[in-house]
């Protein structure tokens, strides 16, 4: 439940992304928020998102007490534990002159630290990258359902043949019939989607990323 309500905001895109853990959707306050969710949720060790988790109170330089509600708390296999700020650049290169904002990030360290947990703060540059454009991508084809048997003869050829580009693995597969391709590309991108398939997913991907094996 999050601690913070997001409020409305006319300079900025605020909204609800989906989370993809079965749990329904996250309010974000920006777009780099809302593309951060999306490759969070696209990690293969993704098991839940909580926007605005906690709100960590702490003692500044001027004897006050202050808090601060972090972004997000990423849950990942494991229980591994993420607590997440996002920031545009510009924005962080202004803030970090702030002995404020440097006491609330020291804050957030410490807080994570004693929960056995990790802070990071990302920016664009971590987030809009190929791979969000992939995770964009594939993330549709994680709800198509794909019949096993297709999934079944996808990964007997690559266990066999690998490496092969998506395309060749189609002409391999549909020999030539439009109706089976259009049905085992989807089988193809779902099961990359769930990382059953071993691609570079920091290139953009097309029908000539070449598939390196089976996970």
Sequence with gaps: MPVRKIPKNYRSVTGKSAKHDGTGSAGFESSLERD?????????????LEEQPVRITYLGSDQKSHSYVPDALVTFKNDKRVLVEVKYVAELQRLIKDEGY???IRAARQFA????WRFRVYTERDIRTPRLL?????LTYR??????????KITA??????PLSVHTLLEHL????RMVRARLVVAVWHLIAYHRLRVDLDVPLSDHSVIQGVK
């Design 102 to 104: 440097a006491e609330r």
């Design 134 to 138: 992939n995770a964009r991508f594939l």
């Design 36 to 48: 951060a969710y999306t490759l969070f949720a696209f990690h293969a060790e993704y098991q839940a």
């Design 174 to 177: 549909s020999v030539r019939d």
């Design 143 to 152: 709800s198509r359902a794909v019949p096993t048997s297709d999934g079944q």
């Design 113 to 116: 630290r004693e929960q056995g």
């Design 157 to 162: 050829l690559l266990q066999i043949t690998a």
